[in-house]
């Protein structure tokens, strides 16, 4: 297994196990962090002390411009109920999606040195979020690292109905209107594939990375 040095040099994400980890050690310097982002490996732990970098096969994408809308959401998004605003308070919505309470999740792999290291790469202009209000409260958001035509999206929340699928929405129609390649969800979820979200290969991800 290898392990990260001082540097923030990855080894090739084609050395991955099996399972999809490249390397482990390091820290969670915010530089280390997006290097490891521009080389398609994104941290992924339980606790701040055992640090793992991955590069799963296959990889599961969403292009901007493929997002599912249901009739039925479609509908609500008509209704206007909620509103939408990008980068308002990123700390907010950082803290509610390591918060939140998952079906068949215990605990949360947004730890407070990942949470630390995002909040500086987004003061550092890298990492973005989306956050949904309804009556002046935070319902549902998102946030992730932006690579300049790619988003990798890290998480995102909800507290009422349809409120991370609005978040999603607008992000696809700013990253489409932005001519962005796509969203990368990283690990594939059958939430997300609903949503339109699909894998590919990591070659096929590596090679749309890059180019």
Known sequence: MYELGNDYKF?????????GIVAIGGDLNPLRI?????NGIFPWFNDDENLIWW????????????IKLS??????????????SFNENFESVIESCSNIKRVGQKGTWIT????????????????????????NVIIGGLYGLDLGNIFCGESMFSTK??????????????????YYKFIDCQVPSEHLR??????????????????
């Open 194 to 211: 609903s949503l339109g979200a699909e894998e590919i290969s990591r070659n096929s991800f590596l090679e749309k990375l890059i180019n």
């Open 34 to 38: 997006l290097e490891a982002y521009k």
């Open 11 to 19: 080894p090739s994400p084609k050395l991955a196990t099996n399972e």
């Open 112 to 135: 407070s040195g990942l949470k630390k290291s995002f909040i500086k790469l987004h003061e550092m202009g890298h990492a973005h979020s989306v956050e949904v209000w309804h009556q």
């Open 71 to 84: 009739k039925s959401f479609r509908s609500f998004l008509k209704k206007k109920e909620y509103r939408v």
């Open 55 to 66: 590069s799963p096969d296959p990889r599961m994408v969403l292009f901007p411009e493929k």
């Open 161 to 178: 109905p349809n409120a991370s699928k609005v978040a999603l929405y607008f992000l696809c129609k700013e990253l489409k209107s932005n």
